[in-house]
Structure formats: structure tokens, C-alpha cells
């Protein structure tokens, strides 16, 4: 949740005093709240930035768009689950945070507008199949501030699961490619929250708790390794998130934005704004077929 923002122009000298000129006789100063008003957590700044952020993924309002987050298709893939449904159990009070989700029955479904019994069975189905996602999706589902996809995903391949991410210190997390302080502090923030420890708590207990185990992973030919992709458009056979995974599973970077870090824009029918920013920073561009012979014999490294 975010409490407060204000322009560069604000915060400039000249801003300050404008503000200041402009501010009626006898006003106090604005203080900024230290703890969330909706749940009482303490509240998350920072350096950088003015705004401040209430880290609690049970917090009431936010919850809403926190269970909608969760079970997204780049998340715990909960089919049935939209902001409707979420909004329902909510107002209803039948879940309190995204672990309650692993405890509902159809029965407690009945009571909702809209629900009959093979719908509300359908739901909880979807629900008990989503314990199968891996490590990931789980924590992108988590709804951590500056946590992606692709940095779920890195952090996923470092830490190999919940405990030990929940475990790692600053300095642990800030050895992983792409994660600076700020991003790093975010995570720490957010595993030292206790109710989102006691969210941890919760999913491990209903069985929500995937692992990485690079030992059972089967080998195959790591021909994209160090390479990084960016996916646009939609592509003939592949779904986004197959080419994602086959990109990673040998050992490419699947991202999410065109940089110069980019190596290849993986180009589909109707793209968006990736492909002129392609373009403008010389990027290689292919189309899923390339993608294949790419996975299939890795780049010519000699050019």
C-alpha cells in the first residue's frame, strides 16, 4: 500500500519555499504516519524514495489485489480465481490471506453469489492444483514490492526455497546478479514482517511449499547460457511462458524489458514498444524458429 507521493519539483529548494509561502497560518506540519493505519504494521521507507509502503501481504486493504496477484497466470495460475471471486471472499470474510485459500471447502463457496456446486468445486480443484507450481511462481505470488517474474526466478535458482530465502541476510541477497540494496532491503523487510511470517507459517503448513532440487533436474545442453532474451508478440506455437521456460531451462535469461543487456528480442505477431526499442539499441531479432535452432545449437560464439 502507498501512503504518500510528491513531485521532484516539491522537493526542490525552490519548491520547498513556494510550498512553504503557500501553506495557511497556523497549519501544522504533516507527520508521516510510522505504522499502517489498516493494519497496524509498521511501515517501510525507503532512502530513496518518499513514499512509504505498508509490506503486510495480509494488510485489509490491500488484500484484495494481493489474492488477485497470487493467483495470476504468472503466479500460482488459479483458474477461476479473478478479482471478482477475490473481492467476494473477502467482503464475506471467508479468507483472511492467501493462505486461507489451501483451507477452503466447497461448502464455503455456496454462501457466495454466483456459486453453485460444480463451480465451487471447479474452484477448489484449481486451488489444490496449484500446489504443484514451483518455487518461482510462489514467490512472485507473494506480491513482494520489486519482485518480478525474473527476479522470483533468480532468487528461486540462489536460495532453492522459502526457508532459505526467508533466512538470507543483505549482503546474501545483494550477491545476486541484477539485486541491488534497494531490492534487497525490500525482500528483508518483507521476510521480517511477522504476519508475513506467519503467511509462510500458514502455506507450508497446507503444503504450499515447493523447492528448487537442482540434483533431480534433468541435464540437458546449457546452449543459451549467458545469453538474454526478451519476449514480444505472440508467438505461432509457443506460449510466452513455454518459451520463457525453455529459454531458462538452458540456461538463458528470460527478462522482461529491452536493455542493453539484451541479446535477443524474440519477436511475435503483434508486438508492442519492445521491438522499436529493439531496434533502436541494435538488438538481434528472431522469430520463435530461430529460437528453436538457437536452443537446439547455441550461437555461433565465434563471430
Same mark, same amino acid.
Given at each position: !500500500? *502507498? #501512503?504518500?507521493?510528491?513531485?521532484?519539483?516539491?522537493?526542490?529548494?525552490?519548491?520547498?519555499?513556494?510550498?512553504?509561502?503557500? @501553506?495557511?497560518?497556523?497549519?501544522?506540519?504533516?507527520?508521516?504516519?510510522?505504522?499502517?493505519?489498516?493494519?497496524?504494521?509498521?511501515?517501510?521507507?525507503?532512502?530513496?524514495?518518499?513514499?512509504?509502503?505498508?509490506?503486510?501481504?495480509?494488510?485489509?486493504?490491500?488484500?484484495?489485489?494481493?489474492?488477485?496477484?497470487?493467483?495470476?497466470? %504468472?503466479? !500460482?495460475?488459479?483458474? =477461476?480465481?479473478?478479482?471478482?471471486?477475490?473481492?467476494?471472499? /473477502?467482503?464475506?470474510?471467508?479468507?483472511?490471506?492467501?493462505?486461507?485459500?489451501?483451507?477452503?471447502? &466447497?461448502?464455503?463457496?455456496?454462501?457466495?453469489?454466483? #456459486?453453485?456446486?460444480?463451480?465451487?468445486?471447479?474452484?477448489?480443484?484449481?486451488?489444490?492444483?496449484?500446489?504443484?507450481?514451483?518455487?518461482? @511462481?510462489?514467490?512472485?505470488?507473494?506480491?513482494?514490492?520489486?519482485?518480478?517474474?525474473?527476479?522470483?526466478?533468480?532468487?528461486? *535458482?540462489? #536460495?532453492?526455497?522459502?526457508?532459505?530465502?526467508?533466512?538470507?541476510?543483505?549482503?546474501?541477497?545483494?550477491?545476486?546478479? %541484477?539485486?541491488? &540494496?534497494?531490492?534487497?532491503?525490500? /525482500?528483508?523487510?518483507? !521476510?521480517?514482517?511477522?504476519?508475513?511470517?506467519?503467511?509462510?507459517?500458514?502455506?507450508?503448513?497446507?503444503?504450499?511449499?515447493?523447492?528448487?532440487?537442482?540434483?533431480?533436474?534433468?541435464?540437458?545442453?546449457?546452449?543459451?547460457?549467458?545469453?538474454? #532474451?526478451? /519476449?514480444?508478440?505472440?508467438? &505461432?506455437?509457443?506460449?510466452?511462458?513455454?518459451?520463457?521456460?525453455? /529459454?531458462? *531451462?538452458? =540456461?538463458?535469461?528470460?527478462?522482461?524489458?529491452?536493455?542493453?543487456?539484451?541479446?535477443?528480442?524474440?519477436?511475435?505477431?503483434?508486438? =508492442?514498444?519492445?521491438? *522499436?526499442?529493439?531496434?533502436?539499441?541494435?538488438?538481434?531479432?528472431?522469430?520463435?524458429?530461430?529460437?528453436?535452432?538457437?536452443?537446439?545449437? =547455441?550461437?555461433?560464439?565465434?563471430?
Amino acid at each position: !500500500m *502507498r #501512503f504518500l507521493t510528491r513531485s521532484k519539483w516539491a522537493g526542490s529548494p525552490s519548491g520547498r519555499r513556494h510550498c512553504l509561502e503557500a @501553506r495557511p497560518k497556523g497549519v501544522e506540519p504533516y507527520q508521516l504516519p510510522d505504522h499502517c493505519p489498516s493494519c497496524g504494521e509498521p511501515l517501510e521507507r525507503n532512502e530513496e524514495e518518499v513514499a512509504v509502503y505498508c509490506v503486510n501481504a495480509s494488510c485489509p486493504a490491500q488484500l484484495v489485489r494481493n489474492v488477485e496477484h497470487f493467483a495470476s497466470r %504468472g503466479a !500460482m495460475d488459479i483458474e =477461476g480465481l479473478g478479482i471478482r471471486v477475490a473481492e467476494q471472499l /473477502i467482503a464475506d470474510r471467508v479468507i483472511g490471506d492467501v493462505a486461507d485459500l489451501y483451507i477452503l471447502k &466447497p461448502d464455503d463457496l455456496l454462501e457466495l453469489d454466483g #456459486f453453485g456446486e460444480k463451480r465451487a468445486e471447479n474452484l477448489i480443484e484449481s486451488i489444490a492444483a496449484s500446489k504443484a507450481q514451483p518455487l518461482p @511462481r510462489l514467490i512472485n505470488g507473494l506480491g513482494i514490492r520489486t519482485v518480478g517474474e525474473t527476479v522470483a526466478g533468480d532468487l528461486a *535458482r540462489e #536460495f532453492g526455497s522459502l526457508e532459505q530465502l526467508s533466512n538470507a541476510t543483505l549482503e546474501q541477497l545483494e550477491q545476486v546478479e %541484477g539485486i541491488g &540494496p534497494v531490492v534487497a532491503t525490500t /525482500i528483508v523487510d518483507w !521476510m521480517h514482517t511477522p504476519a508475513n511470517q506467519k503467511l509462510l507459517e500458514k502455506l507450508k503448513a497446507s503444503g504450499v511449499w515447493p523447492e528448487e532440487d537442482h540434483a533431480q533436474k534433468p541435464q540437458v545442453p546449457q546452449t543459451l547460457a549467458g545469453l538474454t #532474451f526478451v /519476449i514480444t508478440g505472440t508467438l &505461432p506455437t509457443w506460449s510466452r511462458e513455454e518459451a520463457k521456460e525453455a /529459454i531458462e *531451462r538452458h =540456461g538463458g535469461k528470460a527478462t522482461g524489458s529491452v536493455s542493453s543487456k539484451t541479446d535477443y528480442l524474440v519477436l511475435g505477431e503483434s508486438p =508492442g514498444s519492445k521491438l *522499436r526499442k529493439a531496434q533502436e539499441l541494435d538488438v538481434a531479432i528472431i522469430d520463435e524458429e530461430n529460437l528453436r535452432k538457437l536452443i537446439g545449437s =547455441g550461437p555461433d560464439r565465434s563471430a
